[in-house]
């Protein structure tokens, strides 16, 4: 039997093929596993940008817009169109007139060296400046610079004609002032609020009107938005509120007499030897400036030039006090003759031209003994007005002198306005009610020295200088600005008293050269002593003034006048170089204001010599004979009736007017009326004068008719009324 072998056979199961068994074992190999840290990369990377997408479009969407539009979208101003400022005739002193502007943006200049030779060449600019300009905004990553404001039209056109990318024209306006340096201190200039380096930056009134009235003048401006590209190229804009223009401004200033004022004020500054002078013109009863006259003068189409004296932008007539000297004596008279027993024919005893005053010593040009109150003004004795000044005391003295409006400041629609010089009381010194009594320790501006002579010849009353005529918003109608109510200064009596006077300041005092063809006239002269400061001596040079007004019977006009500096002896005196000034330019202003001569027909073709003129209907009364002590009376003042007819103050007040000043009845027994027909105005006022006669007149020309008639009695407290006609 054949032998069997044991063994064990394994089940029958197939065998994987050789490929699979060789993928198998390439799985666990590196390449695999980097192929599988990749598409983990992948898939992180792909979270990564749909995170940042939530992050940017949902969570910081609000604030990433605003910043987009921060970059591509620009909001700029549009600037207003200036108002136009005109005179009272309506004729422009300041406009605005259409620009171009240059800027560039200093990030895209390829080459600043390049770029501020080529544009400083052409545009006659500092090219080391400019230079300095452009790199400091390109440091700072700045996309905007002004290179220059407001240039010509042939500046224009020769940058155009480079065809530089990176410059940029803009829209402007330019102020242009049509006078030139007429009446500049009054309508100001204009100047840039910073440096340049911003779209939005903005011309600004510096001085005069145009910087007073800032607000009314510029508008309001409007507003654009611009979008740009990532180049900061604008492509596009969209005005979202437009500029409304700036309100028009009318000024009081006459033209005319600015013209006259300003060239009298340079013959005077040639002749005289003066360094500065002013003149102000004004309407006494309501303040109104019909000329302001400075020098030196700039154009305010210019910018400050080097040579420009610093002076020359200041408008001295408001903003430089001055001791205003022997003008200042009709305040000390006004405030005797209201305080004291005093009249214009009281005399006092001026000590024979050298008086002792508490350690002082102070002299006369003249060695006068007894001298009226009257010709105390005239002569312009200082001695004298020392006398009624210690008379009216300290307190009474610092009274009146603020009701004349002096140490405080007007109120005048103009910036810089001084209020001057005036000590209380308290710190006056032992000797400085002397001085200020003539004028000394106490300053005053031009415009100050004008407003105290209007309330002389308004009739006491203290009026509000005005420069802003009427006011016209855009697309409304000029509207007048309103006077304000002036203020009883001193009484209307007193004031016909020192018109008086001051006519025979005229007549036959110190003003001589102050005389008027075909006009009467009044004023007083000033000459005082420049005080230097450094030295603590009074020099040998003078702030010369006159101010004075006519005609006298009815003032139309008040002129000051004003030379400082000057330095010609006496020959510098207010009574020899500002006189004939304030006769040239108030004899212009009576012509242009046609007010009628008021002199005798048969004075009118002869030649006047100065101080050959009779007196007007106002003269004072004779002289009356004897001396009066310093501390007595010489008599009572005259009184006005109480029906007469005061200018400048009507019957509530409130307002001034134009009716003239009348002589004061003598008696209210019913005088017979006289015959006054066929009369000229002066014959008029000189024969109700001498009967004591009040009148109210109308009209110009010879008298034509009157009521009560001739040879009936006047009524208590009546009056007649004359008419005039051609």
């Known amino acids: ?78 600037q207003a169109t200036r108002g136009t400022i005109f005179d009272r005739t309506g004729q422009p002193l300041a406009k605005s007139l259409p620009a171009e502007s240059i800027c560039v943006n200093p990030v895209k200049i390829p080459d600043v060296g390049v770029a501020s030779e080529l544009l400083g060449r052409v545009l006659n600019m500092d090219r080391k400046k400019l230079y300095e300009r452009i790199a400091t905004a390109r440091r700072r990553s700045s996309g905007f610079l002004w290179v220059k404001r407001k240039v010509s039209s042939e500046e224009a056109a020769s940058v155009r004609s ?61 507003t654009a938005l611009v979008y740009t590209d990532v180049r900061q190229n604008a492509y596009d804009s969209l005005i979202t509120r437009e500029p409304q223009r700036g309100a028009d401004i009318t000024l009081t200033i006459d033209p005319n007499l600015q013209f006259m004022a300003e060239r009298e004020l340079d013959k005077a500054m040639a002749s005289s030897g003066a360094k500065t002078g002013s003149i102000v013109a004004i309407d006494p009863y309501t303040g109104e400036l019909l000329a302001v006259a400075n020098a030196p003068r700039f154009d305010p189409n210019l910018p400050p030039g080097p040579r420009e004296p610093s002076s020359a932008r200041s408008d001295l007539a408001i903003s430089t006090p001055y001791e205003p000297g022997s003008v200042f004596k009709i305040v000390t008279l006004a405030a005797a003759l209201e305080t004291t027993k005093y009249t214009p024919q009281s005399v006092v005893f001026c000590y024979n031209g050298t008086f002792k005053f508490r350690g002082r010593v102070i002299h006369d040009t003249h060695s006068y003994g007894a001298l009226t109150m009257a010709d105390v003004l005239a002569k312009s004795s200082n001695i004298g007005a020392i006398q009624f000044g210690l008379a009216v005391g300290e307190k ?106 001051m006519e025979g300041v005229v007549l036959h005092g110190t003003g001589k050269e102050a005389t008027l063809k075909g006009y009467t006239s009044a004023g007083k002269t000033g000459s005082a002593q420049i005080y230097d400061f450094k030295t603590k001596t009074y020099t040998h ?83 009356q004979a004897g001396v009066a002590s310093p501390m007595t009376s010489g ?36 005088p017979k009326v006289a015959d006054f027909r066929g009369m000229t105005l002066r014959a008029v006022l000189e024969e109700a004068a001498e009967q004591g006669l009040p009148v109210e007149v109308s009209g110009e020309g010879i008298a034509r008719s009157q009521d009560p008639p001739p040879g009936s009695k006047l009524p208590p407290n009546g009056q007649v009324r004359v008419q005039f006609g051609r």
């Open 162 to 222: 480079l065809k530089l990318d990176w410059v940029e024209f803009r829209e402007d306006s330019r102020r242009f002032y049509p006078r030139g340096s007429m009446a500049s201190h009054m309508v100001g200039s204009l100047g840039m609020v910073d440096d340049g380096s911003s779209s939005d930056d903005k011309e600004h009134g510096t001085s005069g009107i145009e910087a007073s009235l800032e607000e009314d003048l510029s508008g309001r401006p409007g």
């Open 396 to 501: 009474n003295l610092y009274e009146y002198v603020r009701k004349f409006g002096f140490g405080a400041k007007t109120g005048i629609e103009l910036p810089g306005e001084s209020s001057g010089l005036l000590h209380p009381v308290k710190d006056w010194g032992s000797g400085s009610i002397a001085s200020i009594s003539f004028g000394h320790e106490i300053s005053t501006t031009a415009l100050q020295l004008a407003m105290a002579g209007a309330v002389i010849a308004n009739g006491g009353m203290l009026v509000k200088p005005q420069i802003v005529l009427a006011r016209r918003a855009p697309g409304g109608e000029m509207v007048q600005i309103p006077h304000e109510p002036p203020q009883r200064a001193i009484k209307p009596e007193t004031a016909i008293l020192l018109r008086q006077m």
């Open 635 to 670: 008599g009572d003042a005259p009184r006005l009736a109480a029906n007469l007819a005061i200018p400048g103050e009507s019957t509530n007040g409130s307002s001034l007017d134009r009716r003239p000043f009348l002589a004061p009845p003598s008696s209210a027994s019913g």
């Open 1 to 78: 039997m054949p032998e069997t072998e044991n063994h064990w056979e394994s089940p029958s199961v197939p065998l994987p093929p050789p490929s699979l068994v060789s993928s198998r074992r390439s799985l666990g190999s590196p390449t695999n596993r980097r192929f599988e840290w990749l598409l983990w990369v992948m898939l992180l990377w792909v979270f990564a940008i749909f995170a940042r997408l939530v992050w940017l479009q949902i969570l910081h969407h609000d604030e990433l817009l605003r910043m987009a539009q921060q970059q591509q979208r620009k909001t700029i101003q549009i």
């Open 541 to 623: 040079t003078y702030n010369s003034s006159f101010l004075g007004f006519a005609p006298v019977a009815n003032p139309q006009i008040v002129v000051a006048v004003t030379l400082n500096g000057t330095s010609n002896g006496t020959q510098g005196y207010g009574g020899v170089v500002a006189a004939p000034v304030f006769r040239e330019v108030t004899t212009a202003a009576l012509r242009m204001l046609d007010v009628p001569k008021d002199l005798p027909d048969s004075l009118l073709n002869s030649a006047v010599t100065p101080g050959s003129r009779p007196a007007s209907s106002v003269t004072p009364p004779p002289v």
